[in-house]
């Protein structure tokens, strides 16, 4: 683990780089650079969240656990996100897994750094409520799509695509 190298004004995440650069400027000597490796478990369920994750090159799946111990990926976040979202929501913990699908690189932060420039920040809390809502759009864009589509063929719309639109409309 090294701390993260790259310029603020020139972040691989896109949510980081959607940051004010104020904000951003105040974060990153907090930003910490991580491999994540394949199955690695990032935030097990009812677990503190320490950490948030924003993937530069990897995957993650949202894991849901069911009460049988079977599991449904029930997301995924890549460069266009961040893990461990529930810590803006005031939430410590949250009942879903965070797993390393694809392995490569990401920055963390210590969870309270971001909570701290979120509860400081409206121009940051207007990017999160942002992201948050795409989460949701793509959540429930996902539901239907399993739903309505029995044959198991989905086709796959890219988030940041999403993220990007929201960010037009609602600006």
């Known amino acids: 683990m090294s ?3 790259q310029p603020p004004q020139n972040t691989e995440n896109r949510l980081l780089a959607s940051f004010p650069s104020e904000e951003l400027r105040a974060l ?6 991580v491999s994540l490796s394949h199955g690695q478990i990032i935030i097990s369920p009812d677990e503190p969240i320490e950490f948030i994750y924003f993937l530069l090159n990897s995957l993650l799946s949202l ?10 990926e029930s ?3 890549g460069r266009e ?5 529930s810590i803006v929501l005031d939430a410590k913990t949250t009942p879903m897994q965070s797993v390393a699908q694809i392995p490569g690189q ?7 750094i971001i909570k701290e420039a979120f509860d400081r920040s409206s121009t940051l809390q207007k990017v999160l409520h942002r992201y948050i809502h795409t989460l949701i759009v793509v959540g429930s ?10 044959n198991r063929t989905y086709i796959l719309k890219s988030e ?3 993220l990007l639109q929201s960010e037009s409309k609602y600006s």
């Open 141 to 150: 864009q996902s539901t239907a799509c399993n739903r309505l589509h029995n």
């Open 106 to 112: 990401a920055v963390r932060i210590k969870a309270e």
């Open 160 to 162: 940041t695509n999403i």
């Open 3 to 5: 701390t993260y190298q």
């Open 63 to 72: 894991v849901t656990l069911m009460e049988d111990g079977s599991t449904v």
């Open 28 to 33: 990153h000597p907090h930003l910490e650079q």
């Open 75 to 77: 997301g995924c976040i």
């Open 81 to 85: 996100g961040m893990a461990g979202v």
